[in-house]
């Protein structure tokens, strides 16, 4: 049965779950993520295992069609996923801030800063758009090596008011769960 990669909601990463998942290798990631539709079993793994709704296993051809049709008119487009998001990989070379420069870099300033590690990245499309947190606050990312803050789950929020740390959100936060995460930034500015 044939398997379909809505690239609209997919960001092409190599983290692909779905691939993890695929027990044949028919999932693949080679300059972007590939089908080869031959080794499939339609086991169904990696349609469950994406968490955006961006792998499909038709029955059959014309499923497959129908399929293609109703995602033609889907608003979402991989090129709007690529800005900035918490708990997804940096986007742009500006956002980067270096472990052991933050301590100089905050004097002063209202800043949120994203700690992560590479291990702990998640999709674009799941993610939290940076500028739906930030506000007023200027936004960085830095992948933590050292672990100058003591974070015991990444990514993490720290937030700085004037220089001075408010306070540190932890844990991966999605789309979904935007509104949980924003009232802990919330009582944190009180």
């Known amino acids: 049965m044939p398997v379909y990669v809505d690239f609209n909601k997919c960001d092409n990463a190599k983290e692909c779950s779905g691939i993890a998942v695929c027990p044949t290798g028919a999932l693949y990631y080679k300059d972007g993520i590939k089908v080869d539709n031959s080794k499939c079993t339609s086991c169904g793994l990696c349609e469950k295992e994406c968490s955006v709704g961006a792998l499909h296993v038709a029955k059959d051809d014309i499923e497959l069609q129908k399929l293609k049709e109703s995602l033609r008119t889907d608003e979402v487009?991989?090129?709007?996923?690529?800005?900035e998001r918490y708990g997804a990989i940096p986007v742009e070379e500006t956002s980067i801030l270096e472990e052991d420069k933050v301590e100089?870099?905050?004097?002063?300033?209202?800043?949120?800063?994203?700690?992560?590690?590479?291990?702990?990245?998640?999709?674009?499309?799941g993610s939290i758009p940076s500028k739906e947190i930030m506000g007023d606050f200027e936004y960085k990312k830095v992948e933590v090596k050292n672990n100058l803050f003591d974070v015991k789950e990444f990514p993490t929020l720290l937030i700085f008011e004037n220089g001075e740390l408010k306070g540190k959100v932890e844990g991966y936060f999605s789309r979904v769960e935007k509104d949980i995460m924003l009232k802990k930034i919330k009582e944190m500015m009180k």
């Open 77 to 83: 487009k991989v090129k709007s996923l690529f800005v």
């Open 104 to 125: 100089g870099f905050v004097i002063g300033k209202n800043i949120m800063i994203e700690l992560f590690n590479e291990d702990d990245i998640k999709c674009l499309f």
